[in-house]
């Protein structure tokens, strides 16, 4: 147990002790402790697996799938419950850290889990079947995987699998071992599938931007002259573990001509200086779900380059918020952005500056971006949908942008991180 800001807290992000509680209930109450049941997962949130299962049935007789093999970690929790010590896979991919999710279209799901793992996966699931994928005769993951679809009939099934997450040494051992069955590649489904994100799921991500707006102005508190970008993106990081959080992979803050590298960690040996831009972005972690928020400003009088600059990054959000809408595709709304941008002199074109670099995409399940994806320019918005727009602009020697986490309604759009973003 420490003191931080005032308030005792436990080493574990998770958990506070109860001298500290009052003050972080008031920001960010605490999970119902309801009863347990096969459908609580190890942060005590409840959700409905069997809804989202047959939903994804669905969608895999759709596409004639007889199996899916899960090894994303966001999906695996989504799914079944259980939150992988991430990123083992595909980061780290040895024999032990291989611990798959085998979702049949007819049958009852299988969760796959190394001896090493095996207590933390079943107190995690709401599934019964795990079964332990290296003992005995099992060489790998992928041979305890070919005998348990073969036990099911589908040795020459069609089996799904997550070409963006599987390695090709997971693929080549699953050719292996099952030479008869046809291996297509379905990712996007899982997460196409929990696009539209349920009520519960809302809340969660609401308290995640919550946490990350204190960590923001954390930040500005601490951005300084003389204090060194580090010591900043330690402020945010602090912060959103004092209150219940954990950061996603990278927390970021750049001054300066850094604010050019536009995604990149803090600096220890970066001072902010007087009249530096200090351009900042986070996401943190909140019971599993996300949020993805940057904000910029200037210590001291900025240049009127700097003001005409974020005044037309400003105008182009407020386009945005008019214009997209539940039943708009996402590429139709990408391509009026980039045109609103381009009329104001920040062309698409990223050998030339100033240019546009202007992102749309999904938020929940961290880390990182969730669907929609511009990958998927077909999208059509629909509500329950919670987005993330970044509109800005790079230049040769600095950057400027700043980043709202969006919900999609039945009538229009509903800012969710409400600090000012129009700091400059």
Sequence with gaps: MREVHGIAILVSPWKFDTAGQSALDALVPRQSQGKA??????????FDYEKRLNKLRGMMAEKNLDCMIVHNFTNQHYYGGHYQHWPWYPLSHTHITESPLLLFRDHDPIFMAA?????????????????????????????????????????????????????????KNLATEL????????????????????PAEIELIRKSITI????????KA????????????FAMELEMKRLGAIREIETMCQSGKRTANYRAFAAEWKKI???????????????????????????????????????????TYDKFMDYCRAGKQFGDVFDHIRGEMAAKGYQPDKSKFP????????????????????????????????????????????????????????????????NPHDLI
């Design 37 to 46: 049941s096969q459908d609580m997962n190890i942060f005590g949130t409840e």
């Design 115 to 171: 001896f090493i793992t095996m207590n933390a996966v079943r107190e995690g699931t709401w599934i019964k079947d795990v079964r332990i994928v290296d003992l005995g005769d099992s060489r790998s993951a992928n041979v305890a995987v070919a005998r348990v679809l073969k036990e099911r009939g589908l040795e020459k099934g069609r089996i799904g699998f997550e070409e963006k997450c599987c390695t090709a040494s997971t693929y």
């Design 179 to 198: 030479p008869d069955a046809e291996l297509v590649p379905a990712g996007d489904m899982l997460f196409i599938a929990r696009m539209v994100k349920e």
């Design 212 to 219: 990350a707006e204190s960590a923001i102005e954390a930040a």
């Design 222 to 233: 601490a951005a300084k002259p003389g204090v060194s970008e580090m010591d900043v993106q």
């Design 273 to 315: 200086e007087e009249g530096d831009l200090v351009t900042i972005d986070l996401g943190c972690i909140y019971l599993g779900y996300g949020c993805d928020v940057a904000r910029t400003w200037v210590v001291g009088e900025p240049k009127p380059e700097y003001r005409k600059i974020a005044e037309d990054l400003y105008a």
């Design 355 to 418: 240019c546009q670099q202007f992102t749309i995409h999904g938020i929940g399940l961290g880390p990182f971006h969730d669907f929609p994806h511009p990958t998927h320019r077909d999208t059509v918005f629909e509500p329950g949908m919670v987005l993330s727009f970044q509109p800005a602009m790079r230049h040769n020697d600095f950057s400027i942008r700043f980043e709202d986490n969006i919900l999609v309604t039945e009538d229009g759009l509903e800012l969710l991180s409400t």
